[in-house]
């Protein structure tokens, strides 16, 4: 549950900083030259993982390994030279992934491998940014598969030879890699805890 909760739950969404302002309060100060200064203070909610240790730290290791794989493989793709390579069809849904396969690779940047707790924006750009991500990267990868035998039914091509055997196998591969982001990812139970037990994290 906390995986379709990270995806699709608490009206959570891709955004930039500005989607998080209520979660900080500026305070100012007066510096002993009278200056004033200006600081974000974060007042809001603390999301922690409920398990630590070195279990939890393989799975953020390993997701971050299977998220470099997946955009690897989705290059590599993109660069193949196939029997449907020549259709826009099959090839913009490849394209297409290339930006969520982007933001799953920054996503792997700001998981918490240190386990602390994390501010709210940070626990999106990270764990549930990867979720999205990865989903993201699925959906356009299975289309272009599908795509890409309805175009061999188009024009009666059934012939499969080594470099089209291989763009299956590299689409196949680059939802395994994603799949199994989701599956790490999801299996970390995380939850939110009042901002005042974290105050000076």
């Known amino acids: 549950m906390a995986l379709f909760d990270n995806l699709f739950g608490k009206g959570k969404t891709f955004s930039d900083r500005m989607r998080y302002v209520e979660d900080f309060r500026i305070?100012?100060?007066?510096?002993?030259?009278?200056?004033m200064h200006r600081k974000a203070v974060y007042i809001g909610n603390w999301t922690v993982l409920r398990k630590t240790g070195s279990g939890a730290l393989a799975k953020l290791i390993a997701s971050a390994a299977l998220a470099a794989a997946a955009a690897v493989l989705l290059v590599r793709t993109m660069l193949l030279t196939h029997a449907s390579s020549g259709s826009l069809f099959v090839m913009i849904p490849l394209a297409a992934a290339l930006f969520p396969a982007l933001y799953?690779?920054?996503?792997?940047?700001?998981?918490?491998?240190?386990?602390?707790?994390?501010?709210?924006?940070?626990?999106?750009?990270?764990i549930t940014?990867?979720?999205?991500?990865?989903?993201?990267?699925?959906?356009?990868?299975?289309?272009?598969?599908?795509?890409s035998f309805i175009y061999r039914a188009v024009v009666g091509d059934w012939m499969?030879?080594?470099?089209?055997?291989?763009?299956?196998?590299?689409?196949?591969?680059?939802?395994?890699?994603?799949?199994?982001?989701?599956?790490?990812?999801?299996?970390?139970?995380?939850?939110?805890?009042?901002?005042?037990?974290?105050?000076?994290?």
Do not use: W
């Not at 996503?107 to 990270?126: E, T």
């Not at 940014?129 to 795509?147: D, K, W």
């Open 160 to 201: 499969f030879f080594k470099e089209d055997r291989l763009f299956i196998a590299l689409c196949i591969g680059v939802g395994i890699c994603c799949a199994g982001v989701l599956i790490l990812l999801g299996s970390l139970e995380t939850e939110e805890r009042p901002n005042g037990d974290f105050a000076n994290s």
């Open 129 to 147: 940014r990867m979720q999205r991500s990865s989903v993201a990267v699925i959906a356009f990868a299975a289309v272009s598969l599908i795509v």
């Open 27 to 35: 305070e100012e100060s007066l510096d002993e030259r009278g200056k």
């Open 104 to 126: 799953l690779v920054m996503g792997a940047f700001s998981l918490p491998y240190r386990q602390k707790p994390m501010r709210r924006d940070r626990f999106m750009h990270g």
